[in-house]
């Protein structure tokens, strides 16, 4: 494992840190409370949006680690006022047609669940779950990510869902029901054959043929099909070692070191990674701030179950990505509306992707919540909402 000689986030720096998180968090409760916050500001300021984005879920994370954080039932109401409204949504399957329940039920309702014992959000998720099982496909063994059920062009899977897959493995458990396990135990398998390249890094997007066997892997958010797009490898270093957690399968840890060792050498000397990791000097691409913060996490995961010198070089490098987001990267001018970590990037236009772009070097609502998470799991003994 790469190792680097740059200052450490103290736990005194990380408290510090969280906590400033935390009264941002409080200033939005007003705008976003009975609404959402957008995927990513604009001009640093978040939109409100209805509850129909894939991102919905990371603010009530945000909400729910204030809460943990202050005890402040000021942040309790207003989380639980946010279950509400994703109780709806799966309800009445608004704008669930696709992969993203892990996204918008884990921070959201099983946080709710774990932390105040809310039967509606226990009965939301397991719902969300049982939404995220009708998107798979038998031929070829894998959860399509969106668009139509089984039409050739969108007969795809793509590497985030590696963070869905935590929704299936605790609905398993406060079920019973081994399906949903299974059904992540077969996706990840796919997911692992084909989305990880020999050297480590990793395809946005994977098409299957009909018939169920392997077609090719593409982009449609990182700069082409053969480069490295920054938050996906960070989704393949997390999702890795978030599928080993519930599993203890060898193959996912040793997926997680391969993914971390590559996007080990792609890092300019801050360790916050460009939107894409073909770049890796000079300033004529943006940041992507919101990877740093995802890999963080886990490497602080990975951490728990990795022999003692790994350990503690995860939880070094962890305190070293740490210590430039919070020293360079976050927000500290608590507007209304601000978030938490800028320079994230949503969606850069290239001239091989498909993105529309928006969001770039911007705060994004998961570059949020990660930071947090991360700030977190350096504060106390945390029990995971994944």
């Not at 969280?18 to 609404?35: E, F, G, I, S």
């Not at 509400?84 to 992969?99: C, G, L, N, P, T």
């Not at 299936?168 to 990840?188: Q, S």
């Not at 290239?350 to 705060?363: F, L, M």
């Amino acid at each position: 494992m790469k190792t680097y000689d740059l200052p450490q986030l103290t736990d005194a720096a990380a408290a510090a840190a969280l906590d400033a998180a935390c009264r941002q968090v409080r200033v939005n409760l007003p705008l976003y409370t009975h609404r959402c916050q957008n995927h990513s500001s604009v001009g640093g300021i978040y939109p409100a949006c209805d509850n129909v984005q894939w991102t919905c879920g990371f603010w009530p994370g945000e909400v729910w680690l204030a809460y943990e954080r202050t005890g402040d039932d000021a942040f309790r109401t207003a989380a639980l006022t946010l279950v509400d409204s994703f109780a709806e949504r799966i309800d009445k399957k608004i704008e669930v047609d696709h992969h993203d329940m892990g996204f918008l039920y884990s921070p959201s309702c099983v946080a709710a669940y774990k932390l105040t014992g809310s039967e509606k959000a226990r009965a939301a998720a397991v719902k969300a779950a049982d939404q995220l099982l009708s998107r798979f496909q038998e031929k070829g063994q894998f959860i399509q990510a969106w668009g139509a059920m089984g039409a050739p062009e969108n007969y795809r899977y793509i590497i985030d869902c590696l963070l869905n897959l935590p929704l299936l493995y605790w609905a398993g458990e406060t079920t019973g029901d081994a399906k949903y396990a299974d059904i992540a135990h077969r996706h990840i398998t796919t997911c692992l054959a084909n989305s990880f390249r020999p050297d480590g890094s990793t395809y946005h997007t994977f098409f299957m043929n009909p018939d169920g066997t392997p077609s090719h892997g593409a982009t449609c958010q990182g700069y082409r099909d053969d480069s490295f797009w920054a938050r996906g490898q960070a989704w393949g270093v997390y999702g890795s070692i978030l599928s080993y957690r519930y599993t203890k399968n060898p193959q996912y840890l040793d997926t997680f070191r391969k993914a971390l060792d590559f996007y080990l050498t792609r890092l300019p000397e801050d360790l916050v990674p460009y939107w894409d990791m073909i770049f890796t000097t000079g300033d004529e691409e943006p940041r992507d701030s919101s990877s740093a913060a995802i890999v963080a996490c886990g490497l602080l995961e990975a951490a728990k179950f990795l022999p003692e010198a790994e350990a503690d070089a995860c939880t070094t490098l962890a305190r070293q990505m740490l210590a430039s987001l919070a020293g360079h990267y976050a927000v500290t001018d608590q507007v209304p509306g601000a978030g938490l970590l800028a320079h994230g990037t949503y969606s850069k236009k290239s001239p091989y992707n498909t993105c529309t772009p928006e969001g770039v070097d911007e705060c994004t609502s998961w570059g949020d919540y990660f930071y947090m998470e991360a700030l977190t799991r350096l504060t106390k003994d945390w029990q995971l909402y994944w």
